[in-house]
């Protein structure tokens, strides 16, 4: 007998190259172990460059195609893309009435490269048919401006402009705003006495189809019986480790890959067996032992596509030496802190990078790491700026890139000669915890022989 799922409907656009509408929502859905069903508004002739054309669908196989999926399934939440014509707005709306559906509304008015898909019309329909049957609603800056005519240019004017749309009918309004400048992205929750924003820093590169994949991701959530608040607040975390990590398929926009998550879920008994047999390597190698950091040596790893420290695993309580002895906890996720920024630093500027080890500072063996032909660099902490000084966790990030500067690229070793407080220290760099761990060895072999 098969797992029982709940089901969810995505009603939006097609994307002929894959990367937002119905191919996102469906692949964001099973993220969440939640089945998809589509209903297609509109064919679009498009790439990662640009929206060459947009063919509505008729409004009369709209309806055919949603009759035909709510006679058979029991769907739990829906959620709206693309929807091209006044008719098709107001179809799906008789259908969210009619069959009683939790509706997510994303206002999808133009594409990521500026073409315009709506009328003025279409806009009038969104505001007087389906916002008032919506429990949620997720637009933009552009999209938000649309709806509410607030001109968005701060967090202010969108707490404005979300208590203009609310008005409509909506129960909640969720507005992204990720096209306000700044080195933040900061998102606005909004409903009835309660306003949560939710700030996290700009990528680099703009993503197709991240809006598609917030609006999915928490209708699903919806499906599973989470309250919007809730759901939110598991999507928000979701966006953090989604979006440092699209996929560069064509000549344009990045697009969104929703089964990261997937793939780290996948990693983890690899990684966490990768330090356990590193730190197993390192235990075995008693001349280690007297490289051991004063504050404790950690073994560190992460998963293939880390965006925080709960992607690295790393030995509880570090490897110390107290009265005499080797002591080390157990290896998990989440334990490392200032190894896993330095790791997280690396893996930006060079994903293959994943692991790191850090020493006890010793010029013989710095020596001794060039003699061997590793890539040797370094920074120095009374250069650094007191905007990442006085911040925790940004010295190593900060450390990482003026060590990269030296050598134009990331080495396999980045040393530091310490401050007041600051231990001196030797850390290592590599693919994995085994990695880093077998370089280390293999200079203490030459250190031997020499």
């Not at 799922?5 to 929502?25: C, F, K, N």
């Not at 559906?101 to 999808?108: E, F, H, Q």
């Not at 594409?111 to 049957?133: D, H, I, N, Q």
Request: glycine letters at 10%; a positive charge; charged letters at 25%.
């Amino acid at each position: 007998m098969g797992k029982t799922v709940r089901s969810a409907l995505t009603i939006a656009g097609l994307d002929s190259s894959g990367g937002a509408g119905v191919t996102v929502d469906l692949k964001t859905f099973s993220l969440l172990e939640v089945y998809g069903a589509c209903v297609v508004t509109a064919l679009t002739a498009q790439n990662t460059r640009e929206v060459r054309a947009v063919l509505p669908v008729n409004p009369r196989f709209v309806r055919e195609q949603l009759k035909t999926v709510l006679e058979d399934l029991k769907i739990y939440a829906v959620k709206t893309g693309i929807l091209p014509t006044e008719e098709t707005v107001k179809t799906v709306a008789g259908f969210v009435r009619d069959y009683g559906l939790k509706l997510v509304v994303d206002p999808v008015f133009r594409s990521a490269t500026g073409r315009r898909f709506v009328s003025r019309g279409v806009v009038r329909a969104y505001v007087e048919k389906l916002l008032p049957l919506a429990l949620t609603v997720t637009p933009n800056v552009y999209e938000a401006t649309v709806l509410s005519n607030v001109k968005i240019a701060s967090i202010d004017d969108m707490v404005r402009a979300a208590e203009k749309i609310s008005g409509f009918g909506v129960s909640s309004v969720v507005l992204k705003g990720g096209h306000l400048k700044g080195k933040t992205v900061t998102d606005l929750f909004y409903e009835k006495d309660k306003t949560v924003f939710y700030a996290k820093p700009r990528r680099k590169n703009d993503l197709h189809g991240g809006g598609c994949f917030f609006s999915a991701a928490l209708t699903a959530c919806l499906a599973l019986g989470m309250n919007v608040s809730d759901a939110v607040e598991r999507v928000e975390s979701l966006v953090q480790e989604v979006f440092g990590f699209g996929l560069k398929v064509g000549g344009g926009f990045r697009v969104v890959n929703p089964l990261i998550p997937v793939y780290n879920r996948a990693e983890m008994f690899r990684v966490f067996g990768s330090v356990e047999e590193a730190l197993k390597r390192f235990l075995a190698e008693r001349r280690l032992y007297g490289f051991i950091a004063e504050v404790g040596t950690q073994i560190a790893e992460a998963l293939p596509f880390p965006s925080d420290v709960s992607h690295v695993a790393g030995v509880e309580g570090r490897i110390r030496r107290v009265d005499g002895k080797v002591r080390f906890g157990k290896v998990r996720f989440g334990v490392s802190s200032h190894m896993a920024r330095l790791i997280l630093a690396c893996n930006r500027l060079n994903p293959k990078i994943r692991a790191a080890i850090n020493l006890r500072y010793d010029e013989k063996l710095l020596d001794a790491f060039r003699r061997e032909g590793f890539t040797v660099s370094s920074f120095e902490r009374r250069f650094e700026p007191k905007r990442f000084k006085l911040v925790e966790g940004k010295t190593l990030g900060w450390g990482v890139r003026e060590a990269v500067k030296k050598v134009g690229r990331v080495p396999d070793i980045i040393y530091d000669l310490g401050e007041p407080g600051k231990e001196a220290m030797i850390r290592v760099v590599g693919r994995d915890a085994v990695e880093v761990v077998e370089k280390v060895c293999r200079v203490l072999k030459h250190l031997k022989q020499g």
